[in-house]
């Protein structure tokens, strides 16, 4: 079954740069690394999301491996309100003839601290 | 914009009770998306609606079920209820089925 292996926890200092891992090693082609974050006591909230090559946006980068097997969520310099559990998914595209659209598979997250 | 609205926030049940939560989405969005979030499992996929029409269905027993209405408003509904469903729902709208997804803050239900 396709699923992501994450860290359970990490910890970064405030203003400093995090590297949150994700391996993904039954990734297919034709699915996306999508990142989404839970901050304390709210709904998941998009992060960003790649196929092959590395994305940057607002909130952070995503350096996806040559190979696919991993991927890394970059945050440039952490601030408190970073502190969130962090989720890195599959999104399985459809298989031809299952008559399903796409399906995340969401792992465990980690949880990651800022220490001030 | 007004974000994914979910109803009611926290609701307590009994077991062998049933349940509807309803899901209202960000306007113009017609994916809805449901997730069964518990300490143990993490977010569990539970359905997708797309047009009124369920596109996908994660694992979960019979007891599970939902609908989408024409204004792409959702409601889910979970019969016979169990102890184990004790659990934060969460529902999540998107443009389409492979756009990002805003999620709302969910449903807190303890069933007793």
């Known amino acids: 079954d396709a699923k992501t292996t994450q860290p359970n926890s990490m910890e970064s200092n405030e203003e400093e740069p995090v590297h949150l891992p994700c391996n993904h090693s039954t990734i297919s082609g034709t699915d996306y690394i999508h990142w989404y974050r839970q901050l304390p006591s709210q709904g998941p909230e998009y992060v960003i999301h790649?196929?092959?090559?590395?994305v940057n946006n607002r909130m952070a980068s995503l350096a996806i491996a040559e190979d696919r097997k991993s991927s890394t969520l970059i945050l440039h310099r952490a601030t408190l309100r970073d502190a969130a559990v962090y989720y890195c998914?599959?999104?399985?595209?459809?298989?031809?003839?299952?008559?399903?659209?796409?399906?995340?598979?969401w792992g465990l997250g980690t949880s990651l601290a800022v220490n001030p | 914009k007004a974000g994914v609205t979910q109803t009611p926030r926290y609701l307590i049940k009994t077991r062998g009770q049933q349940v509807t939560l309803s899901c209202s989405p960000i306007s113009g969005h017609r994916s809805v998306s449901w997730y069964q979030q518990t300490p143990g499992q993490g977010l569990q996929f539970l359905f997708e609606y797309f047009s009124e029409t369920q596109r996908n269905k994660g694992n979960f027993p019979g007891r599970f079920s939902g609908r989408q209405f024409s204004n792409s408003r959702s409601e889910m509904n979970v019969s016979t209820l169990e102890l184990g469903d004790s659990a934060l729902y969460l529902c999540?709208?998107?443009?389409?089925?492979?756009?990002?997804?805003?999620f709302g803050p969910g449903t807190r239900l303890t069933v007793l």
């Open positions: 998914i599959f999104l399985i595209g459809p298989k031809e003839g299952s008559g399903n659209n796409r399906k995340l598979i």
């Open positions: 999540a709208s998107s443009l389409g089925p492979y756009n990002e997804q805003f």
């Open positions: 790649g196929l092959t090559s590395n």
